[in-house]
Protein backbone atom coordinates (compact mmCIF):
# COMPACT_ATOMS: atom_id res chain seq x y z
CA UNK A 1 0.00 0.00 0.00
CA UNK A 2 2.98 2.44 0.82
CA UNK A 3 4.01 1.89 -2.74
CA UNK A 4 0.61 2.34 -4.27
CA UNK A 5 0.07 5.14 -2.60
CA UNK A 6 3.76 6.99 -3.61
CA UNK A 7 2.74 5.97 -7.47
CA UNK A 8 -0.45 7.55 -7.24
CA UNK A 9 1.19 10.44 -6.26
CA UNK A 10 2.37 10.95 -9.18
CA UNK A 11 5.82 11.83 -8.06
CA UNK A 12 8.77 11.37 -10.06
CA UNK A 13 10.73 8.61 -9.23
CA UNK A 14 14.50 8.40 -9.58
CA UNK A 15 14.69 4.87 -9.08
CA UNK A 16 12.28 1.59 -8.37
CA UNK A 17 10.81 0.22 -6.01
CA UNK A 18 10.49 -4.11 -5.25
CA UNK A 19 7.99 -6.09 -3.58
CA UNK A 20 9.81 -9.10 -2.98
CA UNK A 21 7.29 -11.30 -1.79
CA UNK A 22 8.77 -14.71 -0.83
CA UNK A 23 8.19 -18.20 0.94
CA UNK A 24 10.10 -20.32 3.65
CA UNK A 25 11.47 -17.83 6.02
CA UNK A 26 9.68 -19.70 9.16
CA UNK A 27 12.12 -22.32 7.54
CA UNK A 28 15.80 -20.81 7.00
CA UNK A 29 14.26 -19.11 3.48
CA UNK A 30 16.52 -21.38 0.77
CA UNK A 31 13.63 -21.36 -1.15
CA UNK A 32 12.46 -17.81 -1.19
CA UNK A 33 14.47 -15.07 -0.59
CA UNK A 34 17.72 -17.07 -0.48
CA UNK A 35 17.04 -18.51 -3.65
CA UNK A 36 16.21 -15.50 -5.29
CA UNK A 37 19.26 -13.45 -4.02
CA UNK A 38 21.65 -16.10 -4.78
CA UNK A 39 20.22 -16.31 -8.08
CA UNK A 40 20.74 -12.52 -8.55
CA UNK A 41 16.57 -12.85 -9.59
CA UNK A 42 16.74 -8.90 -7.85
CA UNK A 43 19.33 -6.28 -6.67
CA UNK A 44 19.26 -2.88 -5.06
CA UNK A 45 20.44 -0.22 -2.63
CA UNK A 46 18.60 -1.48 -0.02
CA UNK A 47 15.70 -3.28 1.60
CA UNK A 48 13.13 -3.15 4.25
CA UNK A 49 12.13 -6.31 6.29
CA UNK A 50 9.56 -7.46 8.08
CA UNK A 51 9.65 -5.94 11.91
CA UNK A 52 8.53 -3.79 14.10
CA UNK A 53 6.12 -0.31 14.21
CA UNK A 54 7.74 1.09 17.58
CA UNK A 55 11.37 0.32 16.88
CA UNK A 56 14.10 0.09 13.77
CA UNK A 57 16.35 -3.31 14.23
CA UNK A 58 19.47 -2.69 12.63
CA UNK A 59 20.95 -6.23 14.31
CA UNK A 60 19.95 -9.34 14.82
CA UNK A 61 21.56 -12.86 16.27
CA UNK A 62 22.76 -15.66 14.85
CA UNK A 63 21.48 -19.14 14.40
CA UNK A 64 22.69 -22.27 15.78
CA UNK A 65 20.50 -25.45 15.49
CA UNK A 66 21.64 -28.84 17.28
CA UNK A 67 20.02 -32.23 17.05
CA UNK A 68 21.62 -34.21 20.40
CA UNK A 69 21.22 -37.79 20.47
CA UNK A 70 21.38 -40.25 23.51
CA UNK A 71 21.95 -43.99 22.81
CA UNK A 72 21.25 -46.46 25.02
CA UNK A 73 20.89 -50.10 25.10
CA UNK A 74 17.37 -51.87 25.12
CA UNK A 75 15.61 -53.81 27.69
CA UNK A 76 12.44 -55.05 29.82
CA UNK A 77 12.12 -52.33 32.46
CA UNK A 78 11.96 -55.88 35.05
CA UNK A 79 15.79 -56.37 34.14
CA UNK A 80 16.17 -52.60 33.78
CA UNK A 81 20.35 -53.21 35.13
CA UNK A 82 20.59 -54.97 31.67
CA UNK A 83 19.93 -52.29 29.94
CA UNK A 84 21.14 -48.01 29.40
CA UNK A 85 18.21 -45.69 29.95
CA UNK A 86 19.17 -43.37 27.06
CA UNK A 87 16.07 -41.02 28.16
CA UNK A 88 18.14 -40.54 31.88
CA UNK A 89 21.25 -39.99 30.35
CA UNK A 90 19.61 -37.32 28.24
CA UNK A 91 18.09 -35.88 31.46
CA UNK A 92 21.70 -35.23 32.32
CA UNK A 93 22.56 -33.18 28.81
CA UNK A 94 19.29 -31.35 29.70
CA UNK A 95 20.49 -29.88 32.91
CA UNK A 96 23.67 -29.16 31.57
CA UNK A 97 22.36 -26.94 28.83
CA UNK A 98 20.33 -24.93 31.63
CA UNK A 99 23.33 -24.56 33.61
CA UNK A 100 24.92 -23.09 30.14
CA UNK A 101 21.74 -21.04 29.93
CA UNK A 102 22.35 -19.99 33.27
CA UNK A 103 26.29 -19.17 32.43
CA UNK A 104 25.15 -17.04 28.92
CA UNK A 105 22.98 -15.08 30.90
CA UNK A 106 25.80 -13.52 33.54
CA UNK A 107 28.15 -12.60 30.23
CA UNK A 108 28.08 -9.30 29.11
CA UNK A 109 25.81 -7.75 26.25
CA UNK A 110 25.86 -4.75 24.40
CA UNK A 111 22.94 -4.47 22.25
CA UNK A 112 19.39 -3.18 23.30
CA UNK A 113 17.37 -5.79 22.46
CA UNK A 114 19.43 -8.68 22.91
CA UNK A 115 19.88 -9.65 26.52
CA UNK A 116 21.67 -12.65 25.89
CA UNK A 117 22.42 -15.99 24.18
CA UNK A 118 19.58 -18.15 24.53
CA UNK A 119 19.29 -22.46 24.71
CA UNK A 120 15.96 -23.38 24.45
CA UNK A 121 15.23 -27.19 23.88
CA UNK A 122 12.15 -27.11 21.44
CA UNK A 123 11.70 -30.52 20.95
CA UNK A 124 12.47 -34.14 22.38
CA UNK A 125 11.46 -37.58 21.28
CA UNK A 126 12.46 -40.98 23.10
CA UNK A 127 11.78 -44.28 24.13
CA UNK A 128 8.86 -46.89 22.70
CA UNK A 129 7.11 -48.36 25.33
CA UNK A 130 6.55 -47.19 29.32
CA UNK A 131 7.85 -50.88 30.25
CA UNK A 132 10.82 -50.90 27.91
CA UNK A 133 14.03 -49.53 28.68
CA UNK A 134 14.72 -46.63 25.81
CA UNK A 135 17.99 -47.19 23.46
CA UNK A 136 17.32 -43.85 22.00
CA UNK A 137 16.11 -40.43 23.39
CA UNK A 138 16.84 -36.84 20.56
CA UNK A 139 16.20 -33.51 21.45
CA UNK A 140 16.39 -30.32 18.95
CA UNK A 141 17.90 -27.06 20.69
CA UNK A 142 17.84 -23.74 19.30
CA UNK A 143 20.40 -20.90 20.34
CA UNK A 144 20.14 -17.38 18.86
CA UNK A 145 23.44 -16.00 19.25
CA UNK A 146 24.38 -12.41 19.99
CA UNK A 147 26.89 -10.19 18.54
CA UNK A 148 29.36 -11.08 21.03
CA UNK A 149 29.47 -14.43 20.64
CA UNK A 150 30.58 -16.67 17.19
CA UNK A 151 28.41 -19.76 16.46
CA UNK A 152 31.91 -22.03 16.71
CA UNK A 153 32.53 -20.74 19.59
CA UNK A 154 28.70 -21.65 21.14
CA UNK A 155 28.89 -25.18 19.33
CA UNK A 156 32.41 -25.69 20.88
CA UNK A 157 30.87 -24.84 24.53
CA UNK A 158 28.02 -27.64 23.78
CA UNK A 159 30.89 -30.14 22.63
CA UNK A 160 32.60 -29.19 25.96
CA UNK A 161 29.87 -29.56 28.02
CA UNK A 162 28.89 -32.88 26.79
CA UNK A 163 32.37 -34.60 26.45
CA UNK A 164 32.93 -33.51 30.09
CA UNK A 165 29.68 -35.26 30.67
CA UNK A 166 30.54 -38.93 29.12
CA UNK A 167 33.76 -38.66 31.26
CA UNK A 168 31.90 -38.18 33.92
CA UNK A 169 29.59 -41.27 33.10
CA UNK A 170 31.37 -43.92 30.93
CA UNK A 171 27.60 -45.39 30.00
CA UNK A 172 26.78 -42.21 27.94
CA UNK A 173 27.33 -42.50 24.52
CA UNK A 174 26.25 -38.59 22.83
CA UNK A 175 26.21 -37.50 19.44
CA UNK A 176 25.70 -34.42 17.96
CA UNK A 177 24.54 -33.30 14.46
CA UNK A 178 24.42 -29.80 12.81
CA UNK A 179 20.84 -28.82 11.07
CA UNK A 180 22.20 -26.40 8.71
CA UNK A 181 18.88 -24.94 7.43
CA UNK A 182 18.95 -21.52 9.51
CA UNK A 183 22.40 -21.52 10.85
CA UNK A 184 23.61 -18.44 10.34
CA UNK A 185 25.80 -15.78 11.95
CA UNK A 186 25.03 -12.37 13.69
CA UNK A 187 24.20 -10.13 10.86
CA UNK A 188 24.68 -6.27 12.09
CA UNK A 189 24.48 -2.89 10.31
CA UNK A 190 25.85 0.55 11.59
CA UNK A 191 23.69 2.53 14.13
CA UNK A 192 25.51 5.45 12.06
CA UNK A 193 23.98 3.83 8.80
CA UNK A 194 22.58 6.52 6.38
CA UNK A 195 20.05 4.10 5.65
CA UNK A 196 18.66 4.45 9.52
CA UNK A 197 19.03 8.36 9.10
CA UNK A 198 16.50 8.07 6.31
CA UNK A 199 14.26 6.02 8.06
CA UNK A 200 14.33 8.21 10.99
CA UNK A 201 13.47 11.03 8.97
CA UNK A 202 10.27 9.58 7.93
CA UNK A 203 9.53 8.18 11.45
CA UNK A 204 10.02 12.78 12.56
CA UNK A 205 7.97 13.43 9.27
CA UNK A 206 5.29 11.08 10.29
CA UNK A 207 5.08 10.63 14.31
CA UNK A 208 7.05 13.67 15.08
CA UNK A 209 10.06 11.03 16.72
CA UNK A 210 12.44 9.08 15.73
CA UNK A 211 12.07 5.33 16.78
CA UNK A 212 14.61 3.41 18.88
CA UNK A 213 17.47 1.57 17.22
CA UNK A 214 17.84 -1.93 18.69
CA UNK A 215 18.49 -5.43 18.37
CA UNK A 216 16.42 -8.38 18.26
CA UNK A 217 16.65 -12.08 19.36
CA UNK A 218 14.47 -12.84 16.17
CA UNK A 219 16.11 -13.96 12.69
CA UNK A 220 14.30 -12.72 9.04
CA UNK A 221 15.06 -13.00 5.89
CA UNK A 222 17.33 -10.16 6.14
CA UNK A 223 20.39 -11.78 6.47
CA UNK A 224 20.01 -13.32 2.90
CA UNK A 225 20.18 -9.72 1.77
CA UNK A 226 22.96 -8.47 3.59
CA UNK A 227 24.66 -11.79 2.73
CA UNK A 228 24.28 -10.58 -0.77
CA UNK A 229 25.32 -7.54 -0.60
CA UNK A 230 21.74 -5.36 0.28
CA UNK A 231 21.89 -3.56 3.60
CA UNK A 232 18.76 -3.61 5.37
CA UNK A 233 16.72 -3.32 8.04
CA UNK A 234 13.42 -4.76 10.10
CA UNK A 235 10.97 -2.20 10.12
CA UNK A 236 7.46 -3.17 9.49
CA UNK A 237 3.67 -3.27 11.14
CA UNK A 238 3.65 -4.96 14.61
CA UNK A 239 4.59 -5.14 18.20
CA UNK A 240 5.90 -7.89 19.33
CA UNK A 241 4.48 -7.52 23.14
CA UNK A 242 0.71 -6.99 21.65
CA UNK A 243 0.86 -8.68 18.93
CA UNK A 244 1.17 -12.26 19.98
CA UNK A 245 2.96 -13.51 17.90
CA UNK A 246 3.98 -17.54 16.87
CA UNK A 247 0.99 -17.61 19.44
CA UNK A 248 -2.86 -18.35 19.93
CA UNK A 249 -4.50 -15.28 18.49
CA UNK A 250 -1.78 -13.76 16.79
CA UNK A 251 -3.08 -10.36 15.28
CA UNK A 252 -2.49 -6.98 13.89
CA UNK A 253 -2.98 -2.98 15.52
CA UNK A 254 -5.11 -1.15 12.49
CA UNK A 255 -3.41 1.53 13.83
CA UNK A 256 0.03 0.58 13.53
CA UNK A 257 -0.70 -0.69 10.26
CA UNK A 258 -1.76 2.41 8.93
CA UNK A 259 1.28 4.50 10.65
CA UNK A 260 3.89 2.40 9.38
CA UNK A 261 2.49 2.51 5.82
CA UNK A 262 2.74 6.27 5.92
CA UNK A 263 6.51 6.00 7.53
CA UNK A 264 7.34 3.56 4.82
CA UNK A 265 5.66 5.90 1.48
CA UNK A 266 7.43 8.89 2.94
CA UNK A 267 10.75 7.00 3.53
CA UNK A 268 10.52 5.56 -0.61
CA UNK A 269 9.51 9.21 -1.63
CA UNK A 270 12.55 11.00 0.24
CA UNK A 271 15.01 8.38 -1.06
CA UNK A 272 13.65 8.02 -4.26
CA UNK A 273 12.66 12.06 -5.37
CA UNK A 274 15.23 13.64 -2.90
CA UNK A 275 13.48 15.58 -0.89
Not at 83 to 112: C, D, H, R, W
Request: hydrophobic share 35%; proline share 5%.
Amino acid sequence: MAALALKRSGIPFRGDISIVLTCDEETGGMLGAGYILENKFISGDMVVVEGYSDQIVRAMPGVLQLKIISKGISSHSAWKWKGVNSVEKMAKVINGLSGLQKELEKETYTFPGMDYTTVNIGMIEGGTKINVVPDLCEIEVDFRVTPEHTIEEIYNRVENLINQLEKEDEQMEIVIENIPEMQTEPTIIDDKSPFILEIQKACNEVIGQSLPVVGMLGQTDLRWFIKNGIPGINFGPGNPEKNNPHNYDENMGIDDLIQTTKVLATFARNYLSGY
